[in-house]
T-cell receptor
Framework: AQSVTQLGSHVSVSEGALVLLRCNYS??????LFWYVQYPNQGLQLLLK??????LVKGINGFEAEFKKSETSFHLTKPSAHMSDAAEYFC???????????FGPGTRLSVLP | DGGITQSPKYLFRKEGQNVTLSCEQN?????MYWYRQDPGQGLRLIYY???????QKGDIAEGYSVSREKKESFPLTVTSAQKNPTAFYLC????????????FGQGTRLTVV
């Protein structure tokens, strides 16, 4: 069965600092991996997705993530945090056809001035 | 513009009443999903449907019901049997192939009063 863990339910960084949000997955087959962002009282918006074409994936708003099979990880990074990055971030995994997305518990990112 | 529309955005219900949340998509997606979101618990799958007139229970289907009479519509009924219905409900859809992400609506916040 698939599962996703996100280390740290709340992460705080200073504006301009590196953002690192951790995601580890469990999957019996090569997975498809996704990062979503959610602003308060809104739906989820796709940041990026891993589709096996390249291990380093670039997404919107300057975010990127690296797929590391040996570590079963898909950590999300951004070189320089902006105040507008404050939101909740969800990592998700899918093993097969799109009917079975499994989401992590989420990490709330705070950006301090 | 293509997308997923959930209505209403806020909904109040008295205990013992059934209530139906609307979800409509014009993306021509085959698969549709309902998730429940509670603080600190991420997204939990209630029901999903891969095709018209067919749907499957997710992890927390008890106290909920759905229908899929049209490709573009997937309404969720929260019944009086759901013991703790106050939550944020998210509808999503995806193309029924591998390697595709889920697209989300803006959510409905249900409060039992």
């Amino acid at each position: 069965a698939q599962s996703v863990t996100q280390l740290g339910s709340h992460v705080s960084v200073s504006e301009g600092a590196l953002v690192l949000l951790r995601c580890n997955y469990s999957s019996s087959v090569p997975p498809y991996l996704f990062w979503y962002v959610q602003y308060p009282n809104q739906g989820l918006q796709l940041l990026l997705k891993y589709t096996s074409a390249a291990t380093l994936v670039k997404g919107i708003n300057g975010f990127e993530a690296e797929f590391k099979k040996s570590e079963t990880s898909f950590h999300l990074t951004k070189p320089s945090a902006h105040m507008s990055d404050a939101a909740e971030y969800f990592c998700a995994v899918s093993e097969s056809y799109g009917q079975n997305f499994v989401f992590g518990p989420g990490t709330r990112l705070s950006v301090l001035p | 513009d293509g997308g997923i529309t959930q209505s209403p955005k806020y909904l109040f219900r008295k205990e013992g009443q059934n209530v139906t949340l609307s979800c409509e998509q014009n993306l021509n997606h085959d698969a549709m999903y309902w998730y429940r979101q509670d603080p600190g618990q991420g997204l939990r799958l209630i029901y999903y449907s891969q095709i018209v007139n067919d749907f499957q229970k997710g992890d927390i289907a008890e106290g909920y019901s759905v229908s899929r009479e049209k490709k573009e519509s997937f309404p969720l009924t929260v019944t009086s049997a759901q013991k703790n219905p106050t939550a944020f409900y998210l509808c999503a859809s995806s193309i029924e192939t591998m390697n595709t992400e889920a697209f989300f609506g803006q959510g409905t916040r249900l409060t039992v009063v």
